[in-house]
């Protein structure tokens, strides 16, 4: 779908509105602040558009109570067309350029980025997510480079002060990353029993720790990076190494400098578009990846817009109220 056959569908804010509600109410209309399932539309010269009053609690609200674009003032258009770009776009967009093609503030365009990447974040499902029948893992870490000085040679990876990133990923299937202070054992193993169903087989590098990890799930092959071995017939983790180099092109090549503070936001914008892409046959036997629709992006996007509430933090920064109910 392009820009103009979205702005067709959707022409005024009126259609923004109920296109909204028919998403994000695909069940029928919750009160956000009770989660009470009856309420009534309130009508009258005086009342804004899409206001609702529930039954329950008697309080009043709209389908955008509650979720990132709670108390905006931006046109829910503008909202919709940022979303349209970051779920189309390869490597994301960075706030100054976002803010140059909605003709608002880089400040606004901002938070606007980052609320609609905390719409992104599903890393909350306590069940585990990836399965299936192979899930490779590996760690990555992700940060500026230091100043060159000549004579001087710096470490790499998780020689640094770098952020280190744990990923688990099921070979044609879906991603999840999560931030981790080093590549210990005690770091690793919680997010992995966390994630990954204990019958998938795991690929992994050489780290010894995901040996001893590995004795809880189905299995465990992997290659020897240090001797130079990045694939052993169907052994390897180049699905996840994949990923992280996704990461680092949407750091170089987009961002150009992550802070720690703010870097799992851009984690989860990487691994949403992952997420997104399903298998198919290109006429030659061999399955890729294609990305779904861009329009079933944006549903499956505001499917996770409620109870997640994105404010300005008091010192500075985001303030992030969530409630999964």
């Keep these: 779908m392009t820009i103009n056959e979205l702005r067709k569908n959707l022409p005024d804010e009126k259609a923004c ?13 919750v009160c956000p602040h009770c989660g009470c ?17 529930c039954s329950g609690c008697r309080r009043q609200f709209t389908v955008t109570t509650k979720t990132p674009m709670h108390s905006t003032k931006l046109p829910l258009w503008t909202w919709i067309l940022a979303m349209y770009y970051m779920v189309n776009s390869s490597k994301g967009v960075s706030s100054v350029y976002m803010a140059r093609w909605l003709g608002i503030t880089q400040k606004a365009a901002w938070k606007l980025c980052h609320a609609i990447r905390e719409m992104m974040d599903t890393n909350h499902d306590k069940s585990p997510a990836v399965g299936g029948v192979v899930v490779e893992i590996d760690e990555k870490f992700l940060g500026g480079k230091p100043r060159k000085k000549k004579g001087v040679v710096h470490k790499r990876g998780k020689g640094t002060k770098k952020q280190g990133i744990l990923v688990m990923v099921e070979r044609q299937g879906i991603v999840r990353a ?3 202070e080093n590549d210990s054992i005690e770091a690793i193993k919680p997010h992995v029993e966390r994630h990954v169903d204990k019958h998938s087989y795991l690929m992994t590098d050489q780290n ?3 040996r001893s990890i590995a004795k809880d799930f189905a299995g465990h092959s992997y290659v020897n990076h240090g001797n130079e071995e990045f694939a052993r017939g169907e052994v390897h983790n180049n699905t996840a190494e994949s990923l992280n180099s996704q990461l680092e092109r949407a750091k170089f090549g987009v961002f150009h400098w992550l802070s720690k503070r703010h870097m799992w936001r851009y984690i989860n914008e990487v691994a949403f578009r992952w997420n ?3 298998p198919v046959q290109d006429g030659k036997g061999k399955t890729v990846m294609k990305f779904l629709p861009v329009i079933e992006q944006l549903a499956s996007l505001l499917n996770c817009a409620i109870w997640r509430l994105v404010r300005r933090g008091l010192s500075g920064g985001l303030r992030i109220c969530s409630n999964y109910v």
């Design 17 to 29: 509105r109920a296109y909204l509600e028919q998403v994000i109410w695909k069940q029928g209309r």
């Design 37 to 53: 399932l009856e309420s009534w539309a309130i009508k009258g010269r005086s009342a804004r558009p899409g206001l609702y009053e």
């Design 178 to 180: 999560e931030l981790i």
């Design 208 to 210: 010894p720790n995901y």
């Design 276 to 278: 997104h892409r399903h």
